[in-house]
């Protein structure tokens, strides 16, 4: 309600350019720092059974507002 734009982290890089764009500000890439190694390639993995509901129901209403779905594998 408060925010004029909401950035998507699978979209950062282009729409941090919007951004800069609207406010009349130079193109300026992000950097990648201190990027995390080992770091498991499917994020369904730190989800185990038991927060799987607890995550549908903090945070169901924002993924729907945003435009997000939750993984089929939830249903």
Do not use: R
Not at 34 to 48: A, H, M, S
């Amino acid at each position: 309600e408060n925010c004029d734009f909401v950035m998507k982290f699978e979209n950062l890089e282009a729409d941090f350019q919007k951004v800069l764009e609207k406010l009349n500000l130079p193109h300026t890439p992000i950097p990648v720092i201190n990027k995390t190694d080992g770091k498991k390639d499917d994020y369904l993995q730190y989800y185990t059974d038991d927060v799987i509901p607890l995550a549908k129901d903090i945070f169901g209403d924002l993924m729907t507002e945003w435009g997000y779905e939750f993984p089929k594998s939830w249903s």
